[in-house]
Structures are given as structure tokens and as C-alpha cells.
């Protein structure tokens, strides 16, 4: 345990000097950092393999069971920086309410491949820019039985701190890549046995309860960006495009909302 009085201290600069977009490439050429906040999330991302390199404490959460607990696991070589509160406050974007923060190397994604061969269901994240979106879909996923996650490079990145902490870490558990920026992404699904189906406000679109839908062995669902929706092209180039049935005059729901819905509705098996 070491103990920190100032954020000054060059000790945790990568704590405090980087924001997300900066540590995606820390480690660049050879990857990049990310952190975690809240012992659940920090956990999860253990578990899944994420390397950690440091920790950062709040002083009175550092004897409780939980943190204790976190860190009994961790090698003894990994620094554990201890601060009052009011100092890790100071960090920009932080308001620490669970005492921990863990700095991690970002494990190596799946090959999409691998991820479109071994799922089912899977969901499909074209330029779904807000984390917290990002975040509230995956836990969806985790918690309704999707296979995975495949987004668009223009995605919020589901391991930015505000996504893993939405997701309650489940963006460490949910197999996800990304498609090869540029890529025919659609084409790719459907040689690899999917069904693509776009959620989307047109004049074509089935409700989502058709059992044309759940008859399909592989199926891919397309969710789009929260200001203009799915481009057309991933439309036109869909099997199916579908609504949920909504009451009083409502259009749509919010993609997070939407994705927890048709989830629910696709993954179930009676």
C-alpha cells in the first residue's frame, strides 16, 4: 500500500494525466489501458483476464471486507495507491462512490470469426455513440442471453469507464469485436449463416413478436445510432426490418430500452 496526498504525484499519472480516448493507446502499437471503478466491475474485468496495473483506494473503503477481498487476488507486484477521498475527487470525470479505482491493460478481442461461429444471437451496435447506451445494452445482453456484441468502429467503446459501470462490468463477460473498419459488415453476417434483421421505423418493418423471426436459426439485430437510426444501406441490404408495437401516439423507444425489449423477445427458447 503507498500513500498518496496530491495528485502531483507523477506515481499515478495514469490515473489522472490520460482521459479514455488518450489511454486507448497507451500501450500503442501494442495496445492500450483502460479504468475501471467499483469493485463488482473491477472483479469482472479480472476475471475475464484484463491485466491489472494499478490500483487507486479511497483511504476508508481500503480495510473493508470487499476491497480487501478485491485485492487478496492480485499480485503482490501490482501498486496499490491509497488517498482520502477528497483528493481522488479531484480527478476530472470522478466522483468515487465505491473506493476503488483499477488501471488495466486492455485485453486482445475476440477475431470476429471465432465470435460469429460459436453464437446464435448477436447483437449488432452500428455507431451507438453514447457510452451510457453502450453500457445499459450490454447488460441487457448479458442478462436476456445474447451470444455477443459486434459493433462499428464509431461505437462508444464498451470498456470507457461510464459504459463497463453502466453495464455492471458485464462488457468483461459478453463476448464483443468490432467489424473491420469500412467493411461490408452485413455481407460478413450472412456468410456466416445470420439472419440480419434492423430495427427501424419503415413502412416495411413486422412487428417483432412474428415468429418469422424466432424460427430463424441465426439471427443478428442491428440497433442504430440514437440521432438518425441505421443507415439505409444497412436496411435495404437487411433480411427483415422490425418494430416494436408501441401505444398512445410513442414511436420508438430509446436503443437501450428498445434492445432490452427485443432481447427479450428473440433469446427467449419457449
Not at 447483437?123 to 441487457?140: C, H, K, Q
Not at 430495427?199 to 440514437?226: C, H, R, W, Y
Not at 444501406?233 to 427485443?262: R, Y
Request: hydrophobic fraction near 45%; proline fraction near 4%.
Amino acid at each position: 500500500m503507498i500513500r498518496i496526498e496530491s495528485l502531483e504525484d507523477s506515481r499515478v499519472d495514469i490515473f489522472t494525466k490520460y482521459n479514455e480516448a488518450q489511454l486507448y493507446h497507451y500501450f500503442e502499437p501494442n495496445g492500450g489501458a483502460f479504468i475501471a471503478e467499483t469493485p463488482e466491475v473491477i472483479k469482472r474485468a479480472l476475471a475475464m483476464g484484463a491485466q491489472p496495473l494499478a490500483f487507486l483506494v479511497e483511504e476508508k473503503a481500503y480495510e473493508s471486507d470487499v476491497v480487501q477481498e478485491l485485492l487478496s487476488g492480485v499480485d503482490s507486484d501490482v501498486d496499490v495507491f491509497v488517498a482520502r477521498l477528497e483528493v481522488i475527487n479531484k480527478i476530472t470525470g470522478f466522483n468515487l462512490t465505491r473506493g476503488v479505482l483499477a488501471a488495466c491493460r486492455r485485453p486482445a478481442l475476440p477475431q470476429i470469426s471465432s465470435l460469429l461461429q460459436s453464437a446464435k444471437r448477436i447483437a449488432i451496435l452500428e455507431d451507438v455513440m453514447n457510452p451510457t447506451n453502450v453500457g445499459a445494452i450490454f447488460r441487457s445482453a448479458a442478462a436476456l442471453g445474447v451470444d455477443g456484441i459486434v459493433l462499428t468502429h464509431d461505437s462508444a467503446d464498451p470498456f470507457y469507464r461510464r459504459a463497463a459501470r453502466v453495464a455492471m462490468g458485464t462488457v468483461f463477460q459478453v463476448p464483443w469485436t468490432y467489424f473491420e473498419k469500412g467493411s461490408d459488415y452485413v455481407a460478413t453476417l450472412k456468410e456466416n449463416g445470420f439472419s440480419v434483421v434492423s430495427m427501424a421505423l419503415k413502412d416495411n418493418a413486422i412487428s417483432l413478436d412474428s415468429p418469422i423471426l424466432k424460427e430463424q436459426e441465426k439471427l443478428a439485430v442491428v440497433f442504430g445510432t440514437e440521432s438518425t437510426g441505421i443507415k439505409q444501406e444497412t436496411i435495404d441490404a437487411s433480411d427483415f426490418v422490425t418494430i416494436i408495437p408501441m401505444h398512445h401516439g410513442v414511436d420508438s423507444l430509446n436503443v437501450a430500452a428498445a434492445s432490452a425489449v427485443t432481447f427479450w423477445e428473440l433469446c427467449r427458447t419457449n
